[in-house]
C-alpha cells in the first residue's frame, strides 16, 4: 500500500504562482513513476507532469516553460511548481504513484486561478 497527501492548492490571481507538495509514505519500490495530473471543470484527468524514479520527466505541451516537477527522494516528496498560471489551469489536482504493478492515487487538492 501507498499513501500520498497532496497540498499546496489554493486561489491565486492570473500570473501568480503555487507550489504543490505531495508525500508518499508506504511500501515505496525503487522503480517508480509519481505524476501530477488536472481534473478541469467539466473534463477528463489530464497528464500535467511526470517524473520517473530513473530521472526522466515529462510535461504536457500546455505545462511545459510554466511548470516545473522535481523531487526529493529522501523525503518521498514530489513537488509541481506553477508559475505564470492561467484560469484555464484551473482544476483539481491529483498525485499518482505508478509502477508496473501499483497505480494509487490522492484525494487532489483544488487550483483556481482567477482574478
Known amino acids: 500500500q501507498v499513501q500520498l497527501v497532496e497540498s499546496g492548492g489554493g486561489l491565486v490571481q492570473p500570473g501568480g504562482s503555487l507550489r504543490l507538495s505531495c508525500a508518499a509514505s508506504g511500501s515505496i519500490f525503487s522503480t517508480h513513476v509519481m505524476s501530477w495530473y488536472r481534473r478541469a471543470p467539466g473534463k477528463e484527468r489530464d497528464l500535467v507532469a511526470s517524473?520517473?524514479?530513473?530521472?526522466?520527466?515529462n510535461y504536457a505541451d500546455s505545462a511545459k516553460g510554466r511548470f516545473t516537477i522535481s523531487r526529493d527522494n529522501a523525503n518521498n516528496t514530489v513537488y509541481l511548481q506553477m508559475n505564470s498560471l492561467k484560469p484555464e489551469d484551473t482544476g483539481v489536482y491529483y498525485c499518482?504513484?505508478?509502477?508496473?504493478?501499483?497505480?494509487?492515487w490522492g484525494q487532489g487538492t483544488q487550483v483556481t486561478v482567477s482574478s
Open positions: 517524473s520517473s524514479s530513473g530521472g526522466y520527466i
Open positions: 499518482n504513484y505508478w509502477t508496473i504493478s501499483d497505480d494509487y
